[in-house]
């Protein structure tokens, strides 16, 4: 319902803002000359006619169009493709999807092996005269097979019979096909089918498994056929597959072929025991030409006019049933666009963008799901709040030794079994958070880690990387003794190091934090070096001739000039920081928006990935537009000292 | 006795690939409080490096300068500086920059305050106490200059081309307020110029300086600094006096430059 709707608005919103568009160019007073950049400013319709025609290609080539339109479309042309799949097998027997009969084709591929293997015996240096000859003769039996098989005269005649029968069920089964109360569904049956159908949910069903709270794959396409004409091609389809397992099981073989075959066989088992170890050559040969005799004896070589007739019914049926399809077709070539829906034996599937370009509603249901905290992705929430008593934040951040260093020494247990706490012990219980106070609530789930990983990485960097740079930006013997140090991680991409630091420092936070201090710290020291040393001589001059000390200058003159480079850099550190952690909780970790990409892509769940790259895309343009803010708000000098 | 008095000032640089450059050759001069000299030469004549000696940025090769009969040694509150371009602290407001030395000094803040708003009033920034100074014209950013440096009250003020990158008019009502601010001050002002008519409208004394070596060419003693005081400096121009003087010094620099250029060709 949304999705028509929205589809309806696009529609009119696009139209809408060309031909406003084109209103405005002719009645705007601008200058309009090409090139004048007054040109280029404004025009939010463009705004909405760009976004429009986005949504409508993520609406239109993920099928969510033909889901809100047509939602019984999928399973319909579901039906329609397991007819299509019974039906592929005969098909191929004939020159309906290949270029020529399955006999025919071969007939030419044995015989062209048997020519390899005969110019391999004469041409090997391996074999003597006689066993040249021995072969060659084998080669020559084989080749006699053939006839065997596509002389009509010596077709059994059961054969000819069973075949006649598979074509008679084709017939009647076109003939059935067309009429209207086909299939001739039983009371029973048809409770049957309606007790399934109200099982198996519809097109995309989201299921979220009771208990744990993971979400499950989705059905993709349901099987169940919920319209008649669904039914008919569901009916006509298992009955083709038992006519497409007949007719696979039967072979042409008559009494002269079996004889001659088993002949050929024996012969060269017998020839091959004969043959003593050194002479290997002749014995792989002979080997490799009972293969072909036994590709021939496999594969359903016909005379070529036995299959006419059945040709002639199955192009028939083939006609019928997408005469039968109706308008189902046109929907199938419009509204499922590179791509259609396949079956597969046991289960219907998109194939092609529907498949991997999720459908906008049902993203967005399974992100509503995925925002619940019951439900959240791998049993952690996407973003919660958690009520914590502040006993364990304390004692998270109060080291232990504080106790330690206390005179005196921790109770011991009396005679009697009783401790008495004394100082010495109840300062131990406040640093290891053993009391309880009260509680106070603390966020949670993937986004909150990854933010907060970032915001760690980032706060190092900044703490060390700042004053470190502006003493380089001021200081030879710093800028000379800690350039090299810099210059040499810096180049490598942070990636790199990755692998090394999560397993030193481990899969959890500590390594990740870690990584990406390493990458906001040489570009905080960076952009605070040139900060520093960009700063006019005569600034400083004055601030000195007005009497401030070195410290003073320090903090009142340098550091505020190299304030916009600073405040660059944590912007640029900011974006390097968040690929890098996204990165890197694909390589290891238990928690984050990239461990949840990377589990989604484990299963194949496409929703989820686009999730994970719109949180990911979202929380970088909020770090992108805070800092923005930010700057705007500290440096607003920026650019116009 | 506070005079500035410089004995054999010697300034001599070293470029990295082993060139010396004598920037300034035994330049002896006193300097009376109250006193208002202007510096004028070619480029090249040392006159900024005579006035960074002075502020004590840059220590003489040999020689000695005094302020007071105390050696110049490094920068000090003593010695105000205003330079070419402003050199505002553009995170500052108008009245932070002018309040900076005073609030380095951490004196009583609602005492500063009262002075920055009357230092303001000298200078012509009444009300501009809160804007940002990269909101302000250039002519208004050399006048917190002035403020700045004049708020702590220093002995010697050096001016390095302060009005040089302003604009015709704004520069003249500058060079009016220059005078006046001498005027009711008393204070003892270098100032550095490359406009031979701000050198002689604003000079008491006028020292033209050659170059290589850096020394003092021809000293002159002015009228027009006390007349700037009640005339109009337009006025002065026209004066004859004044237009000789000018063409003076101006052939004179102006045969300085022929001879730099002789010399390197």
Same mark, same amino acid.
């Given at each position: 319902?949304?999705?028509?709707?929205?589809?309806?608005?696009?529609?009119?919103?696009?139209?809408?803002?060309?031909?406003?568009?084109?209103?405005?160019? +002719?009645?705007?007073?601008?200058? &309009?000359?090409?090139?004048?950049?007054?040109?280029?400013?404004?025009?939010?319709?463009?705004?909405?006619?760009?976004?429009? &025609?986005?949504?409508?290609?993520?609406?239109?080539?993920?099928?969510?169009? &033909?889901?809100?339109?047509?939602?019984?479309?999928?399973?319909?042309?579901?039906?329609?493709?397991?007819?299509?799949?019974?039906?592929?097998?005969?098909?191929?027997?004939?020159?309906?999807?290949?270029?020529?009969?399955?006999?025919?084709?071969?007939?030419?591929?044995?015989?062209?092996?048997?020519?390899? $293997?005969?110019?391999?015996?004469?041409?090997?240096?391996?074999?003597?005269?006689?066993?040249?000859?021995?072969?060659?003769?084998?080669?020559?039996?084989?080749?006699?097979?053939?006839?065997?098989?596509?002389?009509?005269?010596?077709?059994?005649?059961?054969?000819?019979?069973?075949?006649?029968?598979?074509?008679?069920?084709?017939?009647?089964? !076109?003939?059935?096909?067309?009429?209207?109360?086909?299939?001739?569904?039983?009371?029973?049956?048809?409770?049957?089918?309606?007790?399934?159908?109200?099982?198996?949910?519809?097109?995309?069903?989201?299921?979220?498994?009771?208990?744990?709270?993971?979400?499950?794959?989705?059905?993709?396409?349901?099987?169940?056929?919920?319209?008649?004409?669904?039914?008919?091609?569901?009916?006509?389809?298992?009955?083709?597959?038992?006519?497409?397992? +007949?007719?696979?099981?039967?072979?042409?073989?008559?009494?002269?072929?079996?004889?001659?075959?088993?002949?050929? +066989?024996?012969?060269?088992?017998?020839?091959?025991?004969?043959?003593?170890?050194?002479?290997?050559?002749?014995?792989?040969?002979?080997?490799?030409?009972?293969?072909?005799?036994?590709?021939?004896?496999? /594969?359903?070589?016909?005379? =070529?006019?036995?299959?006419?007739?059945?040709?002639?019914?199955?192009?028939?049926?083939?006609?019928?049933?997408?005469?039968?399809?109706?308008?189902?077709?046109?929907?199938?070539?419009?509204?499922?666009?590179?791509?259609?829906?396949?079956?597969?034996?046991?289960?219907? !599937?998109?194939?092609?963008?529907?498949?991997?370009?999720?459908?906008?509603?049902?993203?967005?249901?399974?992100?509503?799901?995925?925002?619940?905290?019951?439900?959240?992705? +791998?049993?952690?929430?996407?973003?919660?709040?958690?009520?914590?008593?502040?006993?364990?934040?304390?004692?998270?951040?109060?080291?232990?030794?504080?106790?330690?260093?206390?005179?005196?020494?921790?109770?011991?247990?009396?005679?009697?079994?009783?401790?008495?706490?004394?100082?010495?012990?109840?300062?131990?219980?406040?640093?290891?958070?053993?009391?309880?106070?009260?509680?106070?609530?603390?966020?949670?789930?993937?986004?909150?880690?990854?933010?907060?990983? #970032?915001?760690?990485?980032?706060?190092?960097?900044?703490?060390?990387?700042?004053?470190?740079?502006?003493?380089?930006?001021?200081?030879?013997?710093?800028?000379?003794?800690?350039? =090299?140090?810099?210059?040499?991680?810096?180049?490598?991409?942070?990636?790199?190091?990755?692998?090394?630091?999560?397993?030193?420092?481990?899969?959890?936070?500590?390594?990740? #934090?870690?990584?990406?201090?390493?990458?906001?710290?040489?570009?905080?020291?960076?952009?605070?070096?040139?900060?520093?040393?960009?700063?006019?001589?005569?600034?400083?001059?004055?601030?000195?001739?007005?009497?401030?000390?070195?410290?003073?200058?320090?903090?009142?003159?340098?550091?505020?000039? !190299?304030?916009?480079?600073?405040?660059?850099?944590?912007?640029?550190?900011?974006?390097?920081?968040?690929?890098?952690?996204?990165? /890197?909780?694909?390589?290891?970790?238990?928690?984050?928006?990239?461990?949840?990409?990377?589990?989604?892509?484990?299963?194949?769940?496409?929703?989820?990935?686009?999730?994970?790259?719109?949180?990911?895309?979202?929380?970088?343009?909020?770090?992108?537009?805070?800092?923005?803010?930010?700057?705007?708000?500290?440096?607003?000098?920026?650019?116009?000292? | 006795?506070?005079?500035?008095?410089?004995?054999?000032?010697?300034?001599?640089?070293?470029?990295?690939?082993?060139?010396?450059?004598?920037?300034?050759?035994?330049?002896?001069?006193?300097?009376?409080?109250?006193?208002?000299?202007? $510096?004028?030469?070619?480029?090249?004549?040392?006159?900024?490096?005579?006035?960074?000696?002075? /502020?004590?940025?840059?220590?003489?090769?040999?020689?000695?300068?005094?302020?007071?009969?105390?050696?110049?040694?490094?920068?000090?509150?003593?010695?105000?500086?205003?330079?070419?371009?402003?050199?505002?602290?553009?995170?500052?407001?108008?009245?932070?920059? $002018?309040?900076?030395?005073?609030?380095?000094?951490?004196?009583?803040?609602?005492?500063?305050?009262?002075?920055?708003?009357?230092?303001?009033?000298?200078?012509?920034?009444?009300?501009?106490?809160?804007?940002?100074?990269?909101?302000?014209?250039?002519?208004?950013?050399?006048?917190?200059?002035?403020?700045?440096?004049?708020?702590?009250?220093?002995?010697?003020?050096?001016?390095?081309?302060?009005?040089? &990158?302003?604009?015709?008019?704004?520069?003249?009502?500058?060079?009016?307020?220059?005078?006046?601010?001498?005027?009711?001050?008393?204070?003892?002002?270098?100032?550095?110029?490359?406009?031979?008519?701000?050198?002689?409208?604003?000079?008491?004394?006028?020292?033209?300086? /050659? =170059?290589?070596?850096?020394?003092?060419?021809?000293?002159?003693?002015?009228?027009?600094?006390?007349?700037?005081?009640?005339?109009?400096?337009?006025?002065?121009?026209?004066?004859?006096?004044?237009?000789?003087?000018?063409?003076?010094?101006? !052939?004179?620099?102006?045969?300085?430059?022929?001879?730099?250029?002789?010399?390197?060709?």
């Amino acid at each position: 319902m949304l999705t028509q709707i929205l589809t309806i608005i696009i529609f009119v919103a696009i139209i809408g803002c060309i031909l406003y568009g084109r209103q405005l160019i +002719k009645t705007e007073k601008v200058d &309009a000359v090409f090139g004048n950049p007054e040109r280029a400013k404004g025009g939010t319709h463009w705004v909405v006619v760009g976004t429009s &025609a986005i949504l409508l290609v993520w609406l239109y080539y993920s099928w969510d169009i &033909a889901k809100g339109f047509y939602p019984k479309s999928a399973n319909e042309l579901c039906q329609v493709a397991k007819v299509n799949e019974s039906l592929l097998g005969l098909k191929y027997q004939f020159p309906i999807e290949e270029r020529e009969f399955k006999s025919t084709s071969i007939i030419k591929i044995e015989n062209k092996n048997l020519k390899r $293997v005969t110019k391999e015996i004469q041409n090997s240096p391996d074999l003597n005269d006689q066993q040249k000859n021995i072969l060659v003769g084998y080669i020559a039996q084989t080749k006699q097979l053939i006839p065997l098989l596509t002389n009509e005269d010596l077709m059994e005649i059961n054969t000819k019979l069973q075949i006649k029968e598979l074509t008679e069920q084709i017939k009647l089964l !076109s003939s059935n096909f067309q009429k209207k109360d086909y299939p001739f569904e039983s009371d029973e049956q048809k409770t049957e089918r309606q007790k399934a159908l109200s099982e198996q949910g519809s097109w995309g069903i989201i299921t979220v498994r009771t208990g744990t709270g993971s979400i499950e794959n989705t059905i993709e396409v349901p099987m169940v056929p919920e319209t008649n004409k669904g039914l008919k091609f569901d009916v006509a389809a298992k009955e083709l597959k038992i006519i497409n397992d +007949k007719f696979f099981k039967l072979r042409n073989h008559n009494p002269q072929f079996k004889n001659s075959i088993k002949k050929l +066989k024996d012969e060269i088992k017998a020839y091959r025991k004969s043959l003593g170890d050194t002479e290997e050559v002749a014995s792989t040969l002979a080997k490799d030409i009972v293969k072909i005799a036994r590709r021939i004896e496999y /594969a359903s070589i016909y005379p =070529p006019a036995a299959l006419n007739e059945m040709k002639t019914a199955i192009i028939e049926f083939d006609n019928v049933q997408k005469d039968q399809q109706g308008g189902l077709w046109l929907i199938d070539l419009i509204l499922f666009p590179a791509g259609t829906i396949v079956s597969s034996g046991t289960s219907c !599937s998109e194939q092609g963008s529907g498949r991997w370009l999720p459908k906008p509603s049902d993203t967005f249901n399974k992100f509503v799901l995925m925002s619940k905290p019951s439900v959240g992705y +791998k049993n952690i929430p996407l973003l919660w709040i958690e009520m914590i008593d502040v006993s364990s934040i304390v004692g998270f951040i109060l080291p232990d030794w504080i106790a330690d260093i206390l005179p005196g020494e921790y109770p011991v247990h009396t005679n009697e079994g009783i401790v008495d706490q004394n100082f010495k012990g109840k300062v131990l219980k406040v640093v290891t958070g053993d009391f309880k106070l009260f509680k106070i609530p603390v966020p949670y789930g993937h986004i909150w880690d990854s933010f907060l990983r #970032v915001f760690l990485g980032l706060v190092f960097g900044i703490i060390i990387g700042v004053p470190l740079g502006l003493f380089m930006g001021l200081n030879r013997f710093a800028k000379g003794f800690f350039d =090299p140090l810099i210059e040499l991680y810096r180049p490598v991409p942070p990636l790199a190091w990755a692998p090394l630091i999560i397993s030193v420092l481990g899969i959890d936070n500590t390594g990740k #934090v870690f990584l990406l201090f390493m990458v906001s710290l040489s570009i905080m020291i960076i952009s605070a070096r040139a900060g520093a040393s960009g700063t006019q001589l005569s600034k400083i001059h004055a601030a000195h001739s007005l009497g401030a000390s070195k410290k003073q200058i320090l903090r009142h003159v340098i550091f505020p000039n !190299s304030l916009p480079e600073i405040l660059t850099g944590i912007r640029v550190a900011v974006g390097m920081c968040w690929g890098t952690l996204v990165a /890197a909780e694909f390589l290891a970790g238990t928690t984050g928006i990239g461990f949840v990409e990377n589990v989604a892509k484990k299963y194949f769940q496409y929703e989820v990935i686009w999730i994970t790259i719109f949180i990911m895309g979202m929380l970088g343009l909020l770090f992108d537009i805070t800092l923005r803010k930010i700057i705007d708000k500290t440096i607003p000098w920026r650019g116009k000292g | 006795m506070s005079d500035l008095v410089s004995l054999n000032l010697n300034m001599i640089f070293k470029s990295p690939k082993g060139e010396t450059v004598h920037a300034l050759k035994d330049v002896s001069f006193t300097l009376k409080k109250g006193e208002l000299l202007t $510096v004028l030469g070619p480029s090249g004549c040392g006159k900024t490096t005579l006035l960074n000696i002075a /502020a004590g940025f840059l220590r003489p090769t040999s020689g000695k300068l005094t302020l007071n009969e105390k050696e110049i040694d490094g920068p000090g509150v003593e010695r105000g500086m205003v330079f070419q371009q402003g050199a505002l602290f553009e995170w500052l407001t108008v009245a932070e920059n $002018v309040n900076f030395g005073l609030r380095m000094k951490q004196e009583n803040h609602e005492v500063t305050a009262k002075k920055v708003e009357e230092w303001l009033d000298i200078v012509g920034l009444k009300g501009f106490g809160n804007t940002p100074t990269y909101q302000l014209s250039g002519g208004m950013q050399q006048r917190v200059a002035l403020a700045r440096c004049l708020i702590n009250d220093p002995d010697l003020i050096l001016m390095d081309e302060p009005l040089g &990158a302003l604009d015709a008019l704004t520069r003249e009502k500058m060079q009016s307020l220059v005078l006046k601010i001498w005027k009711e001050t008393g204070k003892t002002i270098i100032l550095i110029t490359h406009s031979v008519e701000e050198a002689l409208l604003l000079g008491e004394r006028l020292y033209v300086m /050659a =170059p290589r070596p850096g020394r003092i060419h021809k000293e002159y003693k002015l009228p027009f600094a006390e007349m700037g005081l009640k005339e109009d400096l337009r006025e002065i121009k026209k004066n004859k006096e004044f237009s000789s003087k000018r063409e003076e010094i101006l !052939s004179m620099i102006w045969n300085m430059e022929e001879e730099i250029m002789g010399k390197e060709n």
